[in-house]
C-alpha cells in the first residue's frame, strides 16, 4: 500500500512533466552557430517573459524596471512580462512545451532544468551566445551546474539569480544569555550548545524559528547538515540514493533532533516561506533564510523581532566543512520560441552585470554573476556578510530529469521526522531514510521517471 502510494505522488509529479519532447520549432531564424542577438535595424517584435516571485511587489517592480531599461537599448524588442506562480509554473510550462504555445524566455528553478533539457524542451544555448555573454566563469560555480542535465555539454539554461541561505539572529536574545555571535555559529557543537543556553536561559523566545509545513522547504533546509556531515543525497551519476549511508543519517539525525528540541512550537505549523515574517514579528531567536529577507529586515527594522537587533551568520560548519542550499533559477529560450535571436538579446541582458547589479540591489536577490555585488550593498554592508561567505559554501541538486519525483520522494518519507512528537533516535532515523532510498532507487529505475527513452 506504501509504494502504491508513493507511486501515485511520484506519477502526479512526472505527469507535470509529461513534455512530449517535440515542441515546434519556429521565429525569426535564430539558431545558428555564427548568429547572436538581434540586430537594431530587424522588424519590431515582442517578447513573452515568464516570471516567478521570490517575493511580493518588490520583484514586480524590479522585473518592470529592466524591461524598460532593455526596451530603451533595444527599441525594436518589447518585453511582456507575465508573473506565473511558482505552484502553477511547472503545469504551465509543461502545456507551453507541449503545445508550442507559449513564453520566448522563461525563468526555471534550478531543480527543474535537467528535466526539461531531457525532454528537449529548451533551445540550447550556442557557443557564441555563450562567449557573448562572458561564459561560465563569470558566473557563481554552483550556479552553472544548474545550466545543463548532469552529464550533457548542452546549456539550456543561464544562471540568473541565487537563493544562497544563511542563518539570521536575535542580537538581544543572544545576549541575554550570555552568547557571543562571533562564536555562536562556528560548528555543529557550537551551534546547539547556542540552542542549549538561549532554552535555559529562561527566555521566552524560543532558540529556533523553523517552518515544518511544506516539506520541500525543509529539504532545503536541512540538506547542509548531509553535506556538512559527508554524505550526499544521491551517487554522482545521479542514479542511487546515498540517505541510507552513516554520514547522511548522521546529519539527518543532527538536525532532527534539533528541531524537536529547540524549535517554537508556532514556527512548526508555518511552511518555510511564511517564517520570515513571523521571525520579524517576534517568532524564535534564529531562523534559515535567504539574503531576500535582509532587505526587508532594513526596509522596516521597528517590528518585535527586529529592534533590538539582528544579524546574519553563515551556516554552521559540520565535520567535513560548511555547507549550504544554493537554489535560484536560470533563464531559458523554450525551443518553440518565436523569437530566439530577440529571446537571446533578453537572456544577455539580464545576466548582465548592469542588470544582475540593478536588479539585486532593487530585489534583495543575490545575482549569479560573481562580479555583479561589487559597489553594491551587497558587498559592503554588514548584514549581507553571511551571504558573501556563503556563496563560496553553496552546493545544489543534481541536474537530473528525475528530480522533481526524487524530492517528492523526500518530501513525502521525511514528513515523518518533522512531525514526530519527539527527538528520534539515529536508530529510527535511519530506518526512515532507509525506506525513502528504497523508494527513490525504485523511482531511479523507472524509464518513464529519468527521461531515459
Known amino acids: 500500500m506504501r509504494r502504491t502510494v508513493l507511486r501515485s505522488v511520484a506519477a502526479a509529479t512526472v505527469a507535470a512533466l509529461a513534455l512530449s519532447g517535440c515542441a515546434k520549432g519556429g521565429g525569426d531564424g535564430g539558431g545558428a552557430a555564427d548568429t547572436v542577438g538581434y540586430a537594431a535595424d530587424r522588424p519590431a517584435v515582442e517578447l513573452e517573459f515568464w516570471y516567478m516571485p521570490y517575493g ?33 509554473a511547472l503545469t504551465r510550462l509543461s502545456t507551453a512545451t507541449t503545445s508550442g504555445e507559449g513564453p520566448d524566455v522563461t525563468v526555471l528553478g534550478t531543480t527543474w532544468v535537467g528535466g526539461f533539457s531531457a525532454l528537449h524542451a529548451l533551445r540550447p544555448y550556442t557557443e557564441a551566445e555563450l562567449a557573448a ?32 541561505r544563511a542563518l539570521f539572529y536575535r542580537k538581544d536574545v543572544l545576549a541575554a544569555a550570555g552568547v557571543d555571535p562571533a562564536t555562536a ?13 538561549i532554552k535555559d536561559s529562561g527566555s521566552t523566545v524560543w532558540p529556533l524559528a523553523i517552518g515544518n509545513e511544506n516539506n520541500f ?45 529547540y524549535d517554537d512550537p508556532e514556527a512548526m505549523k508555518l511552511t518555510s516561506s511564511d517564517v520570515p515574517e513571523a521571525f520579524a514579528k517576534g517568532v524564535g531567536a534564529i531562523t534559515i533564510d535567504n539574503s531576500q529577507s535582509v532587505g526587508d529586515y532594513l526596509a522596516d527594522p521597528d517590528r518585535p523581532g527586529l529592534k533590538h537587533g539582528w544579524g546574519t551568520a553563515p551556516m554552521p560548519a559540520g565535520k567535513m566543512g560548511r555547507f549550504g542550499f544554493f537554489g535560484g533559477s536560470g533563464l531559458a ?53 553571511a551571504f558573501r561567505t556563503m556563496i563560496e559554501a553553496g552546493r545544489m541538486y543534481p541536474s537530473i530529469p528525475a528530480w522533481i519525483v526524487v524530492e517528492s520522494i523526500i518530501a513525502k518519507d521525511l514528513a515523518d521526522l518533522w512531525h514526530a512528537e519527539q527527538a528520534l533516535t539515529r536508530a529510527q532515523v535511519e530506518d526512515i531514510l532507509k ?3 528504497a523508494d527513490i532507487d525504485e523511482a531511479l529505475r523507472d524509464p518513464a521517471q529519468t527521461g531515459i527513452k
Request: hydrophobic share 40%; net charge negative.
Open 435 to 437: 525506506r525513502t532510498t
Open 56 to 88: 511580493g511587489p518588490i520583484q514586480d517592480r524590479a522585473v518592470i524596471q529592466e524591461t524598460e531599461e532593455f526596451h530603451k537599448a533595444h527599441p525594436n524588442i518589447t518585453i511582456k512580462p507575465v508573473r506565473i506562480q511558482w505552484s502553477d
Open 217 to 261: 522547504g525543509i529539504i532545503h533546509n536541512v540538506a547542509p547538515f548531509i553535506w556538512g556531515a559527508g554524505g550526499d543525497l544521491l551517487d554522482e551519476a545521479g542514479d542511487k540514493s546515498l540517505l541510507d549511508q552513516p554520514p547522511a543519517v548522521d546529519g539527518v539525525a543532527y538536525y532532527q533532533r534539533l528541531v524537536h528540541l
Open 333 to 385: 529560450i523554450l525551443k518553440a520560441a518565436k523569437h530566439p535571436d530577440a529571446a537571446f538579446e533578453w537572456v544577455k541582458f539580464l545576466t548582465g552585470e548592469e542588470s544582475q547589479r540593478r536588479y539585486s540591489v532593487s530585489s534583495g536577490l543575490w545575482p549569479a554573476r560573481t562580479e555583479a555585488i561589487k559597489g553594491t550593498r551587497l558587498e559592503s554592508d554588514p548584514a549581507y556578510a
Open 133 to 164: 555573454v562572458g561564459g561560465k566563469d563569470v558566473f557563481a560555480a554552483a550556479s552553472w551546474s544548474a545550466s545543463h542535465r548532469l552529464g550533457s555539454d548542452e546549456i539550456t539554461a543561464l544562471p540568473w539569480l541565487t537563493d544562497v
Open 185 to 197: 555559529f562556528t560548528d555543529w557543537n557550537a551551534f546547539e550548545a547556542t540552542l542549549k543556553k
